[in-house]
């Protein structure tokens, strides 16, 4: 991790910026869930929606890949070209296809909240294809293992049981009609109609996408080490599959046009901040903070976006979500604990080695030297397409 703090704009240390930024990143995200229903309540297709939102990420991330990494991109393969393919079909059509989906039958909040085991059930898989050892002879181990099964039970709470409404904003919000520009986004509130177990499902899937395309990532970045360069090609695959999709799906012509200013925002919001912006911030922040830094104000988002929903669009709050939300931020914090102890394990036996060989050898160090540290993150962080 970098060291953060050791510099400073207009006065203000890095680690200052740093806090800021990881703030301003879950306000964006949280947008983002508030914007996305909004959208959904306005008539937005769900085949239309990912396919204008992946076609801004595209335009502003492939001026930067083409410039910033032309040194770091390797010669095009028609094997690259596959795996860039299922990245898409993983990570940008199933993935967001699922959320919108579960998003149209749950709310903003539980979406966020369910989103929250993302790093649990990507820990699950890299365990299960043994890309991440689990030592349960140690307390770091026991304490991913127990944050794990926490962020599952989570999901599963929030999935079986909604439970009685603890919140429910007042009445002269639920009852605001769009005769006023004011109260436009008011009465874009909860929907009818919805299945709430059918949705969080959906969510559950959304979730899995997430997790395995962070795992299949990894030995396609070891290969391609141009990370911009990935998510330009797996944006413009994903493009392309939802194109496909909407043309056996979306047959009608209108769908494709833009009936008020409120859905162009919609688009314009979900493919600038909540691709473009917020995949820039997120990178900057894990190069100076590092990945336990980025990940540890993912709960933050939660928060936000019940608070947002409430106001914007008149969601509730259920007991059911509320206790599973809380297993699930409880277990979160559990695996990045777990996984902090392992770097702390894995440094003092690499310092043990050092110091064994030295003496072993009667050698003595001009230099201390550094202890290795694990700096592969249990979790490499998406880029902008974290829905």
């Known amino acids: 991790m970098a060291e953060a703090g050791a510099k400073s704009i207009c006065g203000v ?20 869930h508030v914007v996305s229903r909004a959208a ?25 890949a083409y410039f910033l990494e032309k040194k770091d991109r390797p010669a095009m393969t028609i094997s690259f070209l596959i795996q860039f393919f299922f990245l898409a079909l993983c990570g940008i059509t199933a993935n967001q296809g699922f959320y919108l989906l579960g998003l149209d039958n749950t709310s903003p909040t539980f979406a966020s909240a369910i989103q929250n085991s993302v790093p649990a059930i990507t820990f699950a898989m890299a365990a299960a294809l043994r890309i991440e050892k689990v030592r349960f002879d140690r307390r770091d181990g026991i304490a991913k293992l127990v944050g794990t099964l926490a962020c599952v039970g989570g999901a599963t709470i929030i999935t079986l049981y909604k439970g009685p409404s603890i919140f ?68 413009f695959f994903g493009v392309i599959q939802f194109l496909i999709i909407a043309a056996f799906i979306e047959r009608d012509a209108d769908a494709w046009i833009f009936h008020s200013g409120g859905e162009l925002f919609t688009i314009l919001y979900a493919g600038f901040v909540a691709s473009g912006i917020a995949f820039a911030v997120q990178i900057w922040c894990i190069d100076r903070g590092g990945p336990v830094f980025v990940a540890v104000y993912q709960p933050v988002q939660t928060l936000v976006v019940a608070i947002m929903a409430s106001i914007a669009l008149g969601e509730q709050f259920y007991l059911g979500g509320i206790i599973g939300a809380v297993f699930i931020i409880a277990g979160l914090y559990l695996v990045l604990w777990g996984k902090s102890e392992e770097r702390a394990f894995a440094a003092k036996e690499a310092a043990m080695v050092v110091s064994s060989t030295y003496d072993h050898d009667g050698l003595r160090p001009t230099a201390s030297p550094k202890a290795s540290t694990l700096t592969q993150p249990l979790l490499p962080s998406p880029p902008s397409e974290n829905v």
């Open 168 to 235: 429910s904003p007042s009445r002269t919000l639920n009852e605001a009609t769009p005769s006023s520009s004011a109260s436009t986004m008011l009465w874009l509130g909860d929907a009818k109609g919805k299945n709430w177990t059918l949705g969080c499902l959906f969510l559950i899937g959304h979730c899995l996408s997430w997790s395995g395309w962070l795992v299949l990532q990894a030995p396609v970045l070891k290969k391609y080490p141009a990370r911009l360069s990935v998510t330009s090609y797996t944006c």
């Open 40 to 64: 959904l309540n306005m008539g937005i297709s769900k085949v239309v929606f990912p396919v204008y939102r992946n076609i801004i990420a595209l335009i502003l991330l492939v001026p930067f």
């Open 13 to 32: 240390p890095e680690r200052v910026q740093l806090h800021v930024a990881m703030l301003a990143l879950q306000f964006g995200y949280a947008g983002f």
